[in-house]
T-cell receptor
Framework: AQRVTQPEKLLSVFKGAPVELKCNYS??????LFWYVQYSRQRLQLLLR??SRESIKGFTADLNKGETSFHLKKPFAQEEDSAMYYC?????????FGAGTILRVKS | DGGITQSPKYLFRKEGQNVTLSCEQN?????MYWYRQDPGQGLRLIYY???????QKGDIAEGYSVSREKKESFPLTVTSAQKNPTAFYLC??????????????FGPGTRLTVL
């Protein structure tokens, strides 16, 4: 069965500090991992996916199959990064989402 | 404004009543999904459909029903059998391209409250 774990409900950092949002997954097949973000009063939207290997808004995420992790990182947090972040795993015909982590960037 | 729309934005229901949430998309997407979003539990899949007149149960389908009579529309009915229906409901759609997991586009959501 697919499972996504985001251990932190809330992550609070100061502006300019590094950010790491943790995501671990469990899946017997070849995983496809995603990060979705929901800013205040906006729709849930895709931030990035591992197969694209892109940096979006300064965020990167590397798939580590050995540790079954897909942590989201940004070297210098900005106030506009404050949002709810969901890690998601594609398997079968559906996505499975983690519980989400609220990122608060303080000035 | 194109994309995926949900209505109503807020919905109040008395216990014992069925209610239907609307989801429409003009993106020509094949697949549509319904999720339930609860604090601390993330998004949980209720139902999904990859083609007209066909749909599959997700992880929490009990107490819900759907239909897919048109490609553009995927309404969700919350029945009186759903024991804890108060929640935020999200609809999404995506293309289907073989085994690739395409980006899901989400609607603005409907907040259902049972009185």
């Amino acid at each position: 069965a697919q499972r996504v774990t985001q251990p932190e409900k809330l992550l609070s950092v100061f502006k300019g500090a590094p950010v790491e949002l943790k995501c671990n997954y469990s899946y017997s097949g070849s995983p496809e991992l995603f990060w979705y973000v929901q800013y205040s009063r906006q729709r849930l939207q895709l931030l990035l996916r591992h197969i694209s290997r892109e940096s979006i808004k300064g965020f990167t995420a590397d798939l580590n199959k050995g540790e079954t992790s897909f942590h989201l990182k940004k070297p210098f947090a900005q106030e506009e990064d404050s949002a709810m972040y969901y890690c998601a795993l594609g398997g079968g015909n559906k996505l499975v989402f983690g519980a989400g982590t609220i990122l608060r960037v303080k000035s | 404004d194109g994309g995926i729309t949900q209505s109503p934005k807020y919905l109040f229901r008395k216990e014992g009543q069925n209610v239907t949430l609307s989801c429409e998309q003009n993106l020509n997407h094949d697949a549509m999904y319904w999720y339930r979003q609860d604090p601390g539990q993330g998004l949980r899949l209720i139902y999904y459909s990859q083609i007209v007149n066909d749909f599959q149960k997700g992880d929490i389908a009990e107490g819900y029903s759907v239909s897919r009579e048109k490609k553009e529309s995927f309404p969700l009915t919350v029945t009186s059998a759903q024991k804890n229906p108060t929640a935020f409901y999200l609809c999404a759609s995506s293309l289907i391209q073989g085994a690739i997991y395409n980006e899901q586009f989400f609607g603005p959501g409907t907040r259902l409250t049972v009185l």
